[in-house]
């Protein structure tokens, strides 16, 4: 197993008992939980006719179905937006010939990176709500949900992947960005996105 697929693993995991030890748990003004873990789904290399993504967009949703009791919708909304994102990013950036293997999102700029988020954001989250009021007598309750939720997850996934990065780069090379990631309870691991796999650059103990 290369670096890139340990990472994405470790991602993976990470982001599961994120949502559900902590994010569901949350409740703002009572009923808003943010659905931070569909940021693996903007990390994850984009690759074409990658069915990978798929698989693990699926079982992403599907174990935060099993530990929420929701039944199957954020399975559903993840294997969705993971089918969709190459079509939104190609029609984000105004072209249909992307660089595959070497793209990521964080090489746009912030702008096109900020609508990228918002539109899958959206998709995401009005297809949950939409599966568990199912009625078109909740519309506005299903949309209201869907806005309120968007934006905190939005707001979040832009502080992780923006205001948080160091921009260690010299003028005249490609910007890389650097996330914090948990390992575990006692580290704090920071990854760096270049054009290619990301690699850890400092875990800093948080004892």
Known sequence: MNRENINSALLFIGLIFLQIIVLNNINF????????????????????DDASILVLSFLLGLFIDIFSDSGGINAAATLFIAFVRIPVLQSVIGKRDIEYGAMTIFKLPFPKMFLYVVIL???????????????????????????????????????????????????????????????????????????????????????
């Open 29 to 48: 003004l009572g009923y808003i939980n943010p659905y931070f873990y569909i940021f693996f789904i903007f990390l994850y290399p984009i690759k074409k």
């Open 121 to 207: 954001t959206f998709l995401h989250h009005f297809i949950v709500f939409g599966m568990e009021y199912f009625k078109w007598s909740k519309f506005g309750t299903i949309l209201t949900n869907t806005v309120l939720t968007s934006i905190f997850t939005i707001i979040i996934t832009i502080k992780y992947s923006l205001f948080n990065a160091k921009d260690t780069t010299a003028p005249n090379q490609d910007k890389t960005l650097s996330i914090p990631f948990i390992r575990n309870k006692l580290h704090d691991c920071r990854f760096t996105f270049t054009s290619s796999a990301p690699r850890p650059t400092s875990c800093l103990s948080t004892k």
